[in-house]
């Protein structure tokens, strides 16, 4: 008896070190396919950082004397991909042949970090979403997790 719940521990403990090990696997950093995943799968992705005008609020451009100006971040990818909705994937659907990505920071430390790149070479590590509102300025956004040198 001693023995089989010995085994049983012991391969509850081999089950789980092997999903510990599969939820490490989740970045990913396909740089040559060039095929990206939307989230919760999270992503490595790289190029030049810049800010571009666009007008928000009330009317997007309808009216430029009384929009507000946005300056959102957009990561200009050296090389386009392709962000590929999963098959439960009620949220996203495909986007291919992505060119620019807009760079979502969760907090004011990112911003300002992000802004100490605009110009410049840089590595994003976070998720990939659709855009869904008039602020979203690109098909395809990042919710930065990290940035990485």
Known sequence: MKKTV???VLLILVLSLIACKKDTNDVEVLKDSGEYYFE???SIIEGKLITRMYYGPPNYGENPDTDAQQYPFILQLYNPIDVIATENDTQ???VLGVTEIQVVPMGEEETELLDSYVDSR???QGTLFK???GGHHTDVLIQ???ILD
């Open 131 to 133: 855009a869904i509102f």
């Open 40 to 42: 919760p799968n999270v």
């Open 92 to 94: 996203n659907s495909d």
């Open 122 to 124: 840089v590595r994003i």
């Open 6 to 8: 010995m085994y049983l």
């Open 144 to 146: 930065v997790e990290e």
